[in-house]
């Protein structure tokens, strides 16, 4: 769910509002990098999801399509390495895998979901002050190649979502990394980095240097 809330934060049919370019060897700030990552509606996107976890003996690599159609109505839609449509709308997430029944859940019952919808879409906004009543916020590299950390404040949350970071250059980001409370590891790449070419056994390391553009994808 962390990866397809804030995923979505990349996705655009139409491309953001031009802005003043910043300096690329200026000292990014948070704000500024939440301002560039606005987007319009509806926003789509493709993306393609590394995931490391210590149930299995290697990474699980998804690929498909994101999107946003509005405040609290999101989509992840899975095309490999199996089908699965996942929507969340009017307070509730539904998910059908294949031909199987679809199942749904209030987000209700998970409270911390919530901040995370609060949060997301203070993100699509460009709203940093409101982002930053779900989640402390701060910024490392330069304007050409910058990492934007979000450490939830919720104590639920923070017990299963650490951290996430983000990985982009101007205002496009390339990464999203959600880090569990379990060890498990997520990383989602977008825009042109959905279609890198990865082996099944794909690294950390080697992941890493595709998001901070140390690798050519």
Request: one cysteine or more; aromatic letters at 4%; proline letters at 9%.
């Amino acid at each position: 769910m962390a990866a397809l809330l804030l995923g979505l934060a990349t996705a655009s049919t139409t491309p953001p509002s031009p802005a003043a370019p910043p300096d690329p060897a200026s000292a990014p700030d948070a704000a500024t990098l939440v301002a560039g990552l606005k987007r319009d509606v509806p926003a789509r996107t493709a993306y393609t999801e590394v995931r490391w976890s210590g149930l299995l003996d290697r990474p699980l690599i998804v690929r498909g399509e994101l999107e946003y159609l509005g405040p609290g109505r999101l989509g992840k839609r899975v095309d490999e390495p199996y089908r699965e449509q996942m929507t969340v709308a009017d307070g509730s997430a539904t998910v059908q895998r294949g031909t199987r029944k679809p199942r749904s859940f209030a987000l209700g019952q998970a409270p911390e979901l919530e901040g995370f919808l609060r949060g997301f879409s203070a993100l699509l906004g460009g709203d940093a002050e409101a982002l930053q009543r779900d989640f402390a916020l701060s910024a490392t590299g330069r304007a050409s190649n910058w990492q934007l950390q979000l450490k939830p404040r919720d104590s639920r949350l923070a017990r299963r979502v650490p951290a996430i970071e983000v990985d982009g250059t101007g205002s496009e980001p390339r990464c999203f990394r959600t880090h569990e409370g379990d060890g498990d590891l997520a990383i989602l790449l977008v825009d042109a980095l959905a279609t890198a070419k990865l082996p099944p056994r794909v690294g950390k390391a080697e992941v890493d240097a595709l998001c901070r553009g140390a690798k050519t994808p």
